[in-house]
């Protein structure tokens, strides 16, 4: 009776000292996922610090870094110019473990912002992709946007999104695999101020197509990879 009573407290003492360790190193749920995106026409390269470490860097300009893990709970995000030290981006979000988000610099460097969206990286259905549009130009306003099968004429087509503001994404759009164009317009008007031309999308991808100022003159677009 003694040794199974033992055994017991042994078997008992031992789940206890796993539990405590398990609680205390965390776990790999309880992350998330971010990634940044040079939406600032005027800076060429920036890096991602996450708590004063780095997660990302030399990011172009309408480009996007890999996606990297960060902790839930609050964590200091910081934006720098690739090689410079001086902060663009000083924010403290609350992260919530699970999720997937991506930080997304906005306008120039002298008026700098940001924001930061959810991602929804989960599987399209069967046959089917997911397309977000996000309005990041500080010099094209809100936005009617089109998203319409490519070769349309959206002289009678309604807009898929309206008056989209600066700063601000479309929810996703789920369409057939195929090919697509997307048109941004004066609100109200079917002036277009920028065509993204021919896009082929495939089953099951995850894409987000960014507006932004074009260097030379003007607005373009970047279609970035979120997942698949």
């Not at 199974?4 to 796993?18: D, E, K, Q």
């Not at 030399?58 to 996007?64: K, L």
Request: proline letters at 4%; hydrophobic letters at 40%; glycine letters at 12%.
């Amino acid at each position: 009776m003694r040794r199974r009573t033992w055994g017991l407290l042994c078997i008992g003492f031992g789940s206890l000292v796993l539990a405590s360790f398990t609680v205390g190193c965390g776990s790999s749920s309880s992350n998330g996922q971010i990634r940044l995106v040079n939406a600032t026409p005027d800076e060429i390269g920036l890096d991602l610090l996450v708590d004063t470490k780095n997660a990302a860097s030399g990011v172009g300009y309408g480009a996007a870094s890999a996606y990297s893990s960060i902790r839930s709970g609050a964590r200091n995000l910081q934006v720098e110019p690739t090689g410079g030290t001086n902060v663009l981006i000083d924010t403290t979000p609350t992260i919530v473990g699970g999720n997937t988000l991506t930080l997304v610099t906005l306008n120039f460097s002298f008026n700098i912002s940001s924001v930061l969206l959810t991602d929804d990286n989960s599987a399209p259905t069967s046959g089917d992709f997911k397309l977000r549009i996000l309005n990041a130009s500080p010099g094209i306003g809100s936005q009617d946007v089109y998203l319409v099968p490519f070769g349309t004429d959206i002289s009678s087509v309604d807009p898929t999104f309206s008056n989209v503001g600066f700063g601000s994404a479309a929810s996703y759009s789920m369409l057939t695999a195929g090919d697509y164009e997307v048109f941004f317009t004066t609100p109200g008007q079917k002036f277009i101020n920028l065509d993204s031309g021919k896009l082929t999308f495939a089953a099951g991808q995850i894409r987000t197509l960014i507006a932004l100022n074009n260097p030379s003159g003007a607005f373009m677009s970047s279609l970035l990879t979120d997942a698949n």
